[in-house]
């Protein structure tokens, strides 16, 4: 049987009922300092980047990381999305995999 | 009951009493039959065996396989062809296939690509690289306990909205199988428990007119047959109702689709024959 891992997709008022997991947060990139960033997905995210992780300030990033105790998000992973991206769809995405668990994640 | 096979064998190719019209490969085609002879207790009649059904991995994870060599089952319904989105976490290359690990966040499962030493190169495929987002098209296969998904197709994800549509899509899917479609008098329900966003248009157009009043059909009652129930309830008629070739005019749908959504609503006793066999009301209680 293969490893059932998932990774559930939040915006920024799941954060903490997410502490200590892993999470996908889709957004868009409102600034850029450092080794931190800020992300808007439904409310503000702040990222905490990895030398690998290119933030586009105006592009959508998908950030694949660990939710930290105060809300800051450590990147695992960031995969830049342009600038066509629909947020109202990632945004009922998100609702629809916590309103219907049971297609997308293992509790 | 003739009636009904006229569209299939209009198709090319002939159909068996088991309810199997062929397999999705030439091989799948004995396991198919046995699907639709053994696990319908009850006769449940299985309309376009061949399905293509977006989903998640997890679903894939999660589906049943009812015995060995069996199409999987997910919310009940077979699974002949699957669609999945996700990225690649890992690619081995190997003699005669490509293996990759898809993560959709949902969960991760194999997906194998032949490998076509023969094509000429500007028929190569597009072959995946770790990190893509690649759209999936194949068909779940198990063997020795480890589930793979065989792929036909892959194209890589340009436009990342696909993303968010194939989830979107799935849970619709997922919905339209556990809950029965939207729309008629069940539609107003359904939007007031928030589902309004997953109003389709596929799922909604076939249930005619909107607000047509009427009780909830089962889940299980295909969009055709939801159609030709919603014809008769909205139609005026005398006590006799309606006459095959009336509604299969005015619907606008070949005689034989109709004779197979009678034949669906009669066996729920959702309507009942008047003059003939072949003129249909609704059964009012």
């Known amino acids: 049987m293969a490893e059932q891992i998932s990774t559930p997709r939040i915006t920024s008022q799941y954060l903490d009922a997410f502490t200590g997991k892993t999470v996908i947060i889709t957004g868009k990139v409102t600034q850029t300092r450092g080794d931190t960033a800020l992300i808007d997905s439904e409310g503000v995210v702040t990222v905490l980047l990895n030398r690998d992780s290119h933030l586009k300030p105006g592009n959508a990033v998908e950030i694949v990381g660990k939710v930290n105790q105060d809300l800051t998000v450590k990147v695992l992973m960031a995969t830049d999305m342009g600038t066509n991206l629909d947020y109202a769809a990632v945004n009922a995405v998100v609702d629809a995999t916590h309103r219907y668990k049971e297609i997308f994640y293992t509790e | ?285």
Not at chain 2, 206 to 221: D, H
């Open chain 2, 1 to 285: 009951m003739s009636m009904y096979y006229y569209g299939y064998n209009a198709g090319g190719y002939t159909t068996t009493s088991y309810g199997a019209q062929g397999g999705a490969d030439g091989g799948g085609f004995l396991g198919g039959s046995q699907a639709g002879s053994q696990d319908t207790p009850g006769g449940t009649k299985r309309y376009g065996q061949d399905t293509l059904r977006p989903v998640t991995i997890k679903q894939l994870l999660d589906a049943v396989f009812p015995y060995p060599d069996a199409e999987a089952k997910v919310d009940g319904t077979s699974l002949t062809q699957v669609d999945l989105v996700g990225r690649v976490s890992t690619v081995s290359a190997q003699a005669t296939n490509t293996t990759y690990k898809i993560d959709d966040g949902t969960g991760v499962i194999e997906v194998k690509q032949w490998v076509d030493g023969d094509a000429p190169p500007e028929l190569q495929k597009y072959t995946p690289k770790e990190g893509d987002y690649v759209h999936v098209w194949g068909k779940l296969k198990e063997f020795n306990n480890r589930r793979h998904v065989g792929s036909h197709v892959i194209h890589p994800i340009t436009d990342f909205n696909e993303i968010s549509y194939h989830l979107l899509h799935a849970t619709a899917v997922h919905l339209y199988f556990t809950r029965g479609p939207l729309g008629g008098a069940n539609g107003a329900a359904v939007k007031s428990e928030g589902q309004g966003m997953f109003v389709d248009g596929g799922y909604g157009a076939t249930n005619g007119a909107p607000g047509a009043v009427g009780k909830k059909l089962p889940p299980r009652i295909s969009p055709i047959a939801r159609k030709v129930y919603e014809f008769l309830q909205s139609t005026p008629q005398n006590n006799e109702g309606l006459h095959v070739h009336n509604i299969s005019h005015q619907l606008n749908i070949p005689a034989n689709e109709v004779f197979k959504a009678g034949d669906e609503l009669l066996g729920e006793g959702l309507i009942y024959t008047t003059l003939d066999d072949e003129t249909w009301a609704v059964l009012e209680y």
